[in-house]
């Protein structure tokens, strides 16, 4: 780059604050005992302001060609993005079938007093686990801003929301210890299938956000109802 921070050492930057920002959640949620949602919600709209406030709202462009091949090149194809989903969903349906620590993470979910109690190192894995979580939000915001070929503060605006509902519809249990990496994937592809028929039956773009609302709501109440079904 002419100007600035060569790409990828600022795409190792953007990681690298990512999992500070993951370890930073797993910090209050397991050492000062900070609600899980009221801690990410906080940063969560804490950093929009702060791209707000750093970009002015303006678009950050300018960005070099190669940065694009990111979010819009093909290998053999094949969208790169989609390489890197079938990656980080390989990795980690090993981790949650096939490893110690995929099994502690389920124990934990499901209990967390029983699988203290067991032995397992419960915060650490906490925190591995939001670490990895934030690293992954923010291998996204490299996507989609290779996607867009610019970098906007206001982009991602209820993501968190539609996260949400793809795991839910996908079998994750709220209450923890439930859930697969293929659930996930198949809830996120219904939720894409609901957004793109929106759009190709010309509904009102008005009316997307009430029907993806009713979408949570429906998924949430499901996973309940499922849960009070159980012995």
Same mark, same amino acid.
């Given at each position: 780059?002419?100007?600035?921070?060569?790409?990828?050492?600022?795409?190792?930057?953007?990681?690298?604050?990512?999992?500070? !920002?993951?370890?930073?959640?797993?910090?209050?949620v397991?050492?000062?005992?900070?609600?899980?949602?009221?801690?990410?919600?906080?940063?969560?709209t804490?950093?929009?302001?702060?791209?707000?406030?750093?970009?002015?709202?303006?678009?950050?462009?300018?960005?070099?060609?190669?940065?694009?091949?990111?979010?819009?090149?093909?290998?053999?194809?094949?969208?790169?993005?989609?390489?890197?989903?079938?990656?980080?969903?390989l990795?980690?349906?090993?981790?949650?079938?096939?490893?110690?620590?995929?099994?502690?993470?389920?124990?934990?979910?499901?209990? !967390?007093?029983?699988?203290?109690?067991?032995?397992?190192?419960?915060?650490?894995?906490?925190?591995?686990?939001?670490?990895?979580?934030?690293?992954?939000?923010?291998?996204?915001?490299?996507?989609?801003?290779s996607?867009l070929?610019?970098?906007?503060?206001?982009?991602?605006?209820?993501?968190?929301?539609?996260?949400?509902?793809?795991?839910?519809?996908?079998?994750?249990?709220?209450?923890?210890?439930?859930?697969? !990496?293929?659930?996930?994937? !198949?809830?996120?592809?219904i939720?894409?299938?609901?957004?793109?028929?929106?759009?190709?039956?010309?509904?009102?773009?008005?009316?997307?956000?009430?029907?993806?609302?009713?979408?949570?709501?429906?998924?949430v109440?499901?996973?309940?109802?499922?849960?009070?079904?159980?012995?």
């Open positions: 780059m002419k100007n600035g921070i060569d790409m990828y050492i600022s795409i190792l930057l953007v990681l690298l604050m990512s999992s500070i !920002i993951g370890l930073w959640h797993g910090f209050f397991t050492k000062l005992n900070v609600p899980p949602f009221i801690i990410t919600l906080g940063t969560l804490a950093a929009r302001g702060l791209a707000s406030v750093i970009t002015k709202g303006w678009p950050i462009i300018g960005l070099p060609e190669k940065f694009f091949f990111i979010g819009q090149g093909e290998i053999l194809g094949i969208p790169f993005p989609l390489i890197i989903l079938i990656v980080f969903t990795l980690s349906f090993f981790i949650t079938k096939y490893t110690v620590l995929g099994r502690n993470l389920y124990a934990i979910g499901g209990n !967390i007093e029983a699988a203290r109690l067991s032995g397992i190192d419960v915060d650490k894995i906490r925190i591995y686990t939001y670490i990895f979580g934030s690293f992954l939000a923010g291998v996204t915001g490299i996507i989609i801003a996607r070929s610019q970098g906007q503060a206001g982009v991602g605006g209820g993501y968190e929301l539609s996260a949400i509902a793809a795991a839910v519809i996908g079998g994750t249990s709220l209450s923890g210890g439930e859930g697969t !990496i293929l659930g996930t994937i !198949i809830g996120a592809t939720m894409s299938v609901i957004y793109n028929g929106l759009i190709l039956l010309e509904i009102s773009s008005y009316w997307h956000d009430v029907v993806m609302g009713l979408v949570i709501v429906t998924a109440t499901l996973d309940i109802w499922r849960k009070k079904k159980k012995p």
